[in-house]
């Protein structure tokens, strides 16, 4: 599986802002994917993460209410919709994926990952 992450950006507090990750290969094997992210000194976290079944999510209690990951299955795409940023949320964001049967929200467990990509907010 490849993962392809676009749109980051550098935006104002209150700004909005979509992420975009293409998935491509044997993308019928992956289990759950999502976006974490990576400040500076600080380290990965989940963002947002969804089962391809839709059973099992994940949202960080920091973005509740403002991110949401709306998803294209027809064009194995992703996405991570952030509203209302704020300074807090500027960091390295990336796409993962992972297979098997296994919920898990720890980074070490996705075996693919896309390049970051980087979100910087102003205040």
């Known amino acids: 599986v490849q993962l392809q992450a676009s749109g980051g950006g550098l935006v104002r507090t209150g700004d909005s802002l979509r992420l975009s990750c293409a998935a491509s290969?044997?993308?019928?094997?992956?289990?759950?994917m999502g976006w974490f992210r990576q400040a500076p000194g600080k380290e990965r976290e989940a963002v947002l993460l969804v089962s391809t079944s839709g059973v099992f999510t994940f949202t960080a209690a920091s973005v509740k209410g403002r991110f949401g990951i709306p998803r294209d299955n027809t064009k194995n795409a992703m996405y991570l919709q952030m509203n209302n940023l704020i300074p807090e949320d500027t960091a390295l964001h990336y796409c993962?994926?992972?297979?098997?049967?296994?919920?898990?929200?720890?980074?070490?467990?996705?075996?693919?990952w896309g390049q970051g990509t980087l979100v910087t907010v102003s205040s």
């Open positions: 993962a994926a992972k297979n098997g049967r296994m919920w898990t929200e720890r980074p070490g467990d996705y075996e693919y």
């Open positions: 290969g044997r993308t019928s094997d992956i289990f759950a």
